[in-house]
């Protein structure tokens, strides 16, 4: 790809993307395009833009084609629809581009003409286009939300999805007067906000200013208040967005996590960050503290739909099976990290989905489970958050709040209270 101009580089690169979500099942962010520097960027972009408009490609197709053509036939059609109708492109070089690829490999060479005519057809009626139904997720996923959440809310957050995401970042503490980021918003959750950019080169980051964590990802750590002085279980901590924030809010913090991989990350936030935790390798099923701990946060793995704003791919990836297999992972977590609470301590549990399964009622569950178990009242606007976000047990955050700020991603958090003077959990 190196000889290519650069749009075609990125094109044949979303391509190869497309490929590896869709039929290999890899996530869009292993940056397998093959590219790098500002054509990787825009291959990474381009697959993107599929992955949420893929539905209104298909549809225009469908009515087009007689027959389904070979995979990678339809990825090249599906992009160029989806530049020309979407992201503005002109049809010409889009065209020309997509023709280009279906020469390049002798498979599909043969289709070259068919994909010529396909899309020389179809892209001179943007009303055709405009004519489709919204993109819809798919069902495995819209099935339980239309359970969860009334219809104008689901297409509410299926519009979001399409939107994208603006850039927040989680301040560190003040900011130097020298190190201001131009456009940031302050939230008033307390996250600066920004449409985008490229964050190596952001003011501060070199220095440790703030790292990038979404609104709706930074407000479970701020549940625990002032946690000066108090010791913090990190329970899942990886990368560290949490684990930061505790310990800027000067809390002694324990960062535990199963995934070495993902430790080494942890690692390099602090040390950039110039922030300060124990870092622990291991499985929160096998490890034992020396002491509870004032306070246990559990980000618990989960299927992630609540950021699929800014993953376009999730939806591909998973199937309803995960959902049961990290519900089950959950459950038993949150057992478990009760076990590591001090008596009268606080768990923050959370996770980063739209489902009600894993949030409100694994909340509703652990109650029922354990005797002498409360919630702690949450008051959305005492964060900084509209009044919507209250919810059973807990603050529910869905990618459709804030629409007039660029809304936030998916997350439910509550806040569990072990009785104080009761005995310790049995291990779970
Ligand atoms: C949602 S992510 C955590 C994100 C993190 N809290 C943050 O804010 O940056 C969930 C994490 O749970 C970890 N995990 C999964 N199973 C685990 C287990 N049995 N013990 C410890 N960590 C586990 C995964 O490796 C993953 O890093």
């Known amino acids: 790809m190196k000889d290519m101009p650069e749009s075609l580089a990125a094109r044949t690169g979303a391509i190869l993307l497309l490929a590896h979500v869709l039929r290999e099942g890899r996530m869009l962010g292993d940056g397998a395009s093959g590219l790098d520097g500002p054509a990787a960027a825009r291959a990474l972009r381009l697959a993107g833009l599929v992955l949420r408009h893929m539905g209104r490609a298909d549809a ?7 027959r389904q053509p070979a995979a990678k036939i339809r990825d090249i059609l599906r992009l160029a629809l989806v530049e020309i109708f979407e992201d503005g492109a002109a049809p010409h070089g889009v065209v020309n581009d997509a023709v280009a690829m279906a020469r390049m490999s002798p498979r599909t060479y ?51 999805h399409l939107t994208g995401a603006p850039l927040d ?14 456009g940031a ?31 709706a990802a930074a ?22 967005g949490k684990t930061m924030q505790l310990a800027a809010a000067g809390a002694q913090v324990t960062a535990l996590d199963i995934s070495g991989k993902r430790l080494r990350r942890v690692h390099a936030n602090l040390t950039r960050t110039g922030l300060s935790a124990e870092v622990v390798e291991a499985d929160a099923f096998a490890w034992q503290p020396d002491a509870p701990f004032d306070a246990v946060l559990l980000d618990a793995p ?4 609540g950021t699929i704003r800014r993953h376009p791919d999730l939806p591909h990836l998973r199937e309803s099976r995960d959902v049961e297999t990290l519900t089950q992972l959950q459950y038993r977590l949150l ?15 959370c996770t980063c989905s739209l489902l009600p399964v894993e949030g409100e009622h694994q909340i509703s569950a652990a109650l029922k489970r354990h005797d002498g178990l409360t919630v702690d009242a949450l008051d959305p606007e005492a964060f900084g958050l509209p009044p919507e976000a209250a919810s059973a047990h807990g603050l529910r955050l869905l990618p459709d709040l804030w629409p007039q700020f660029g809304g936030m991603d998916g997350f439910y958090m509550a806040v569990l209270r072990r009785p104080s003077g009761d005995t310790p959990l049995p291990a779970a």
């Not at 970042?169 to 131009?182: H, V």
């Not at 008033?188 to 440790?208: H, W, Y």
């Not at 208040?225 to 010791?231: I, K, P």
């Open 302 to 305: 989960c299927t992630a739909t």
């Open 185 to 215: 918003v302050t939230l008033s959750t307390g996250s600066l906000r920004l449409s985008g950019g490229q964050v190596s080169t952001l003011p501060g980051f070199a220095e440790g200013d703030w790292w990038v964590q979404d609104a």
């Open 219 to 240: 407000m479970p750590a701020r549940l625990l208040g002032d946690v000066a002085g108090l010791r913090v279980l990190d329970l899942c901590a990886a990368p560290g």
């Open 335 to 349: 057992d478990r990290a009760l076990t590591f609470v001090k008596p009268g301590g606080r768990l923050v549990f």
């Open 60 to 66: 225009l197709l469908k009515d087009k084609m007689a």
């Open 169 to 182: 970042l989680t301040p560190k503490g003040d900011i130097p007067e020298d190190r201001q980021i131009e």
């Open 110 to 160: 043969k289709q070259a003409g068919l994909v010529n005519a396909v899309l020389r057809g179809l892209s001179e009626d943007r009303s055709a286009w405009d004519a489709l139904p919204a993109p819809a997720l798919p069902a495995w996923l819209r099935k339980p939300l239309a359970k969860a959440w009334s219809r104008p809310r689901l297409e509410a957050i299926e519009a979001a």
